[in-house]
């Protein structure tokens, strides 16, 4: 069917790869939206897409149409034989993106630039639907996260690539409540179909994820004999074997540690180490032994002077390990629990204070990277080897800034640096999802090569963004303020231009909801609330003793 055209070419805009042209079009022609015109160099011809990056009103109705608000502008100008659309003339930019070569699965700038008087037409669904996503929606390999903004829902689905988000890391921006984890849940629902059954682990500071677990019976995410699991691992069920932790890990754990003490530290955590040969299997009173060990000794090994300063360090030891719930002298968490196609792991790290979960997160990340290399380089043992690791796995990091905070320096950063530059080579790809961009290390950030933007208000977030993530176009970012929840952008090796898209509608509930204030206070009042303090009351008084009750979450 002819496309009819919707302006005309007027001629360059302002910028390279930018055209204006002239229409009467008011409806259609918003920010974002995507057309074409056609270009030839006598042997083929291509439609060569653009995006609207602005619009300017050139022609309007007269102000004395527009003056008695009681009048509307379209009567006055109908009493005159003039229709309002046509006397309202717009001057649009497009900016170039080229025309999409099915072979590459790309698009090429051919540096064609339209002839003024040339026609400019909309794209229709289905070629923007072929264009705009790398894959097929429920094809393998793909990921359904939503679908183009500026058209209707679900009319131009986009479909990432599960492949390149897996292998250069993908980066999740927003401000609070724009709706970052509902993105990131519909992106693990599309992870765990059956055309993708991948093995993922998330580490969720707040319980959010919990609800992923109505996946398991949830019958869109099952075919045949596959039923993905979700395993949540609760703070009580996470251990970390002390013998996987570096000397710096420790340290890290230690509060106002002297280099003196430093300094004995680093001299027990090497000679048990050392000792522990290959298996590397050493706890707790292994290394505070070695630490008491040089109580009476100098560093040249004459004695003396030690006395203090090893009974500091055993002091700071034995405060942070000896009765701690995390560090265990045997048990940790092995990685085939961990990782395991077709299941996603949530590790809830809720209640456990901020320094454990960054040791937590780096020394998992370091088995895993660990893992990964020794089975890709073949030097893993058989099935039931604890560094068999064989297939990629993909790790969601809630609150990233968390662990690799800008202008700071925690023990995960270095590892997490690490997998981002060297993990595409060994099938460990990571996720970081942040509410604060600014504070997250920029060396990190720049190393996710797809990003998910959504709303962000804040000026050094925003600057962040524009100087960190190369995939989105400065006319995107403009509109970072103005999108709402659910809206976001798409950019990256993920996707075949960047997108404005519209999430998709969760399958499995959401766990981060905001909680209603007023709805939970009013609880207090409810009769069932009520009655149930004043049999507290009785309790209490008839016990002469004191409880501390909850009542529809209060406690009271």
Known sequence: MQQIPTGTVKGPGEKPHEFVFITTDNKRTRIGEYLYYLASDGRAEWRIVGTITERRLVRNLPDSFLADPHTPPALVSGLI????????????????????????????????????????????????????????????????I???????????????SVKDIVSTHLAVLASTGAGKSYAAGVLI?????????????????????????????????????????????TPDRIKVRISTLTQADIRYLLPDVTEKMSYFLDNAYRVVTERSGERGLWGFQDLLLEVLSQKYEDEKGKGG?????????????????????????????????????????VLQLADIEESEQQVIVGALLRRTNKARMITVRGAAGASGDEMNLPYP??????ESHRYA???????????????????????????????????????????????????????????????????????LLDELPALTKGQVIVSGVAVNTPVLCQVRQRITRHGGETINAPDEWDKYFSDRARREREREGAVLIKSGGKKDVKIDGFSV
């Not at 309202?88 to 090429?108: H, M, N, R």
């Not at 939503?146 to 009319?155: F, M, P, Y």
């Open 405 to 475: 905070p800008a202008g700071a320096r925690v023990v995960s950063t270095d590892i997490l640096k690490q997998i981002l530059s060297e993990g595409r080579k060994f099938g460990v790809g990571i996720g970081l999802i942040t509410q604060r961009p600014g504070k997250l290390d920029q060396d990190v950030l720049s190393q996710c090569m797809s990003q998910f933007i959504m709303r962000i208000v804040n000026p050094i977030d925003q600057q962040t963004i524009a100087s960190s993530v190369e995939g989105a176009g400065r006319r």
């Open 305 to 345: 002077g030690n006395v203090s300063t090893i009974d500091a360090l055993e002091w700071r030891l034995r405060r942070r390990f000896e009765q701690n719930r995390v560090f265990s002298d045997h048990e940790h968490i092995p990685l085939q629990e961990l990782f395991r196609p077709g299941q996603c792991t």
């Open 81 to 144: 034989g003039l229709g309002q659309e046509d006397a309202e003339i717009y001057e649009i930019a497009v900016e170039t993106i080229g025309y999409f070569s099915e072979d590459l699965g790309d698009f090429v700038n051919p540096r064609v630039p339209p002839m003024p008087g040339q026609p400019v037409y909309f794209a229709d669904n289905e070629m923007l639907a072929r264009m705009l996503s790398p894959r097929v929606k429920g094809a393998r390999g793909g990921a359904h």
């Open 189 to 233: 629902e599309e992870l765990m179909m059956p055309h993708n059954r991948a093995a993922v682990l998330i580490v969720d500071p707040h319980g959010e994820y919990g609800t992923l677990q109505e996946i398991h019976r949830h019958p869109a995410f099952t075919s045949g004999d596959y039923r993905p699991e979700v395993r949540i691992f």
């Open 146 to 160: 939503g679908s183009l903004l500026t058209r209707q829902r679900d009319e131009v689905p986009i479909v990432l």
């Open 393 to 398: 796995v993909f790790v969601l990091l809630e």
